[in-house]
């Protein structure tokens, strides 16, 4: 089959070399691992629990430097679009756009995303069956979409909790879409750090495992060299020095299949 | 106290002769009534679940719409909202900006909202907790907003069901902010037929009525000629000529707090 | 139609003073307000979070105490049954039996209940759907039960937390028994404080007013002089002093429908 | 580390010469793979959905067959109590005693079961959170039990629906205690039959593999020479033909960890 494919990278764009130092080493870890790897951040943040959080350099800047970390790394790279008015211009950039999980609905978004011609990655609402995620891989290929990846990212559980249906990753398997398990937002305790999000660190690679051995294409990870300083989704980022063995026994987990 | 408010209509504009009926029909039934009434319908439905699902008139012709039977009816008119790009035109027209529940956490649609000095109707999302609204309050005074109301419509529920939470309704007061209680999409089993939504006509009353006892400052519901014809959430709209001792009864029940 | 039914006394039984107290004041409340009553306190708490939680006097001194309610003061009596084994001589006493909501799908002791004749009230488990009780119901039915009763109180909604889901008071009303609404349990947090359950007192009147407005033919609740040195669920209790109005105001909302 | 443990059989006595041919075949298999093997039947279903339902051929005779399983096969054997007049015949016989989910929270049945000195096998109720069986291991080792497992089976979700949340896992292994992974009744769709509980066999892998690739110390698995034509629980029970390579594979993701 396939190598296994790599999302990673900090949450939210802060430095560009803070991003060319991540880019730099998950292009190598994984060159040594045999895996596909794409480079992952956000110019913005557009849904932070408070106005006061970080949001990113915004998408002009952003794109810069993704643009940068692209071609002076060889790296592939992968962003979120909130708007249809991103669309074009990140499209121009990045090698495949991502739809953020409470967006999974809008159609006029999903549509511009297909139109450009590039790979979307699409992420499952967290109030959205995994089956009902089909629709949204309809209106892709409707709009002229060829490919097309979902990403599991827990559902909501309670309030204040998500929970992670390994259920979901055979399910959307079901239609003939590359699957990919977001291990970093699957154990967001949203909202449960009153003016933020919190997160469960210590169970981002057990559940990691768990997606792994279910069986998926692709893995999603916010990886950061400090996670504790980080501007966004500290607590469910693991930290870039401890990654290395992690991917190794997720790679050993996919061989015992 | 405040009389009840009424935000009904149906779920998307279809055409401007049914409008002007509803809205015409609704004024004079809350004239009787002593409710205060607003206009809601849709120019676009953005968040259908398929590609072939009727959308709406589009906002161009859609506000047009909503413009004369503001000024011709003089009824008060409520629409949502999706997108920064739409936001002042909206204004221009509207008496109050809706924000749809999938997009309550999108920081500068509810920037761009607060900042025309309307009023701005925010529906708690699905995967929201009640006390989690508060953040979208503050977003909203944040950037200036000071009229705000907060909408109940359910709470994911396992997969394509959701449930009415009512412990929501004095939470979500206790910001000091109006409540209204969306009796049509609190009743929604969202992808529950397949390529669209469905709904549970037969529980809208007996909920709009729990609602109407736990306290609430407003109900929203859908209200259509022909619910059955409906373009738009038809299994989750009342008949307009079923709708007086519907709200005759809420009434009642609101006088005996 | 039938007058309200009133299902209410302590949780456990604590002193036979305190019952006699909480049930003769309550007979004359619900006497003065047209209200049928019934005692309920526990004899044993099957089911407490801990070991050391205090459980009540036991079935044989308990069950005396609750004969003298009844034949002294002329209250009819409720308490619940755990065990095939108690069932028999809870009969000789009780007007009604109870079953536990985690023992809901237990069927020797259904069985039981229905083979002595009386009046059987089975809670819903937070965990069995409103359309499921009717399995219970048929269980009750085909061991020669004709008095069934079955109440709602609240289901499992993510972890430590419980939502009441209105729609199950109509669901359930349609298989032709008498609905209760428990409004104590159904704001019970579960396992919510550490080594015990808690509870949230200042929702239990708004809960109970929207399920009067569904629509129901009873209420469960737990009254205690003093719910802050209640021995069990004070948390979730009302207390005695207060309760005469608030029943006044639900029975204005019945009055209302 | 330890071995793996399974516990599997078909979920209720039927013949004694199938519980003969399940045992010995996964005797066999189990020896071949350096697996420990227990036994697993009900002697009753005491919590089937209808009073129809087959229940398997009560504690007599029963327990006689498990006996004779246990001295003539030479396996261990483990079956569930429902009441506290069974813990002492059925501790003659059995090598470990299993509190069914509904019951998990009944003391007396807990301390009935520890108090036997037999190794108790806990089984998560579906309204419990992880941590709250904290309470369940305190009430045993507050009766004098010290060989206490713990059992995953799913957690409520919605109605008619379970998920297993895997964090559980690690939650609950913290209290000292080896963890079971139920892959059978983790698929179960409770009620989701009508009259009867359905299943969903085709995840009982994938999710099997995620709990080994999480980290557990034994598995739960129905297993039926015909699994279409079982009793109870065919649904969500796995083909004695087929069940080796399955084993292997969990058994290989386990090396890889």
């Known amino acids: 089959g396939q190598p296994l494919l790599l999302i990673g990278g900090p949450c939210a764009l802060e430095s560009e070399q803070l991003a060319r130092q991540v880019a730099g080493t998950l292009?190598?870890?994984?060159?040594?691992?045999?895996?596909?790897?794409?480079?992952?951040?956000?110019?913005d943040k557009a849904n932070?629990?408070?106005?006061?959080?970080?949001?990113?350099?915004?998408?002009?800047?952003?794109l810069a430097i993704l643009s940068r970390i692209r071609h002076e790394l060889g790296v592939p790279v992968i962003s979120d679009i909130h708007d249809v008015s991103q669309v074009d211009r990140a499209a121009e950039v990045l090698d495949i756009l991502q739809?953020?999980?409470?967006?999974?609905?809008?159609?006029?978004?999903?549509v511009a995303a297909a139109e450009t011609g590039k790979p979307v990655n699409v992420k499952k609402g967290q109030f959205v069956s995994p089956w009902d995620m089909e629709n949204a891989v309809n209106?892709?290929?409707?709009?002229?979409?060829?490919?097309?990846?979902?990403?599991?990212?827990?559902?909501?559980?309670?309030?204040?909790?998500?929970?992670?249906?390994m259920r979901s990753l055979p399910v959307m398997r079901s239609f003939g879409c590359p699957?990919?398990?977001d291990a970093t937002h699957s154990v967001q305790l949203p909202g449960g750090a009153g003016?933020?999000?919190?997160?469960?660190?210590?169970?981002?690679?057990?559940?990691a495992r768990a997606a792994m051995a279910v069986g998926i294409d692709g893995l999603f990870i916010e990886i950061?060299?400090?996670?504790e300083k980080a501007l966004?989704?500290?607590?469910?980022?693991?930290?870039?020095?401890?990654?290395?063995?992690?991917?190794?026994?997720?790679?050993r987990i996919r061989a015992a299949l």
């Open 232 to 251: 966004c989704d500290g607590p469910n980022s693991l930290p870039l020095d401890g990654i290395e063995p992690v991917l190794a026994q997720l790679l």
């Open 224 to 227: 950061h060299p400090q996670p």
């Open 195 to 207: 003016g933020s999000s919190g997160g469960q660190r210590e169970f981002i690679v057990p559940l």
């Open 27 to 43: 292009k190598a870890i994984c060159a040594r691992l045999g895996i596909r790897y794409v480079f992952k951040a956000s110019f």
């Open 99 to 110: 739809i953020p999980a409470f967006l999974c609905r809008q159609t006029d978004l999903l």
């Open 179 to 181: 699957v990919i398990y």
């Open 139 to 165: 209106k892709l290929r409707g709009a002229g979409g060829s490919r097309i990846m979902l990403v599991e990212r827990g559902a909501t559980f309670g309030y204040n909790n998500l929970v992670v249906d």
């Open 48 to 62: 932070r629990t408070s106005l006061r959080s970080y949001r990113g350099p915004g998408i002009t800047e952003g």
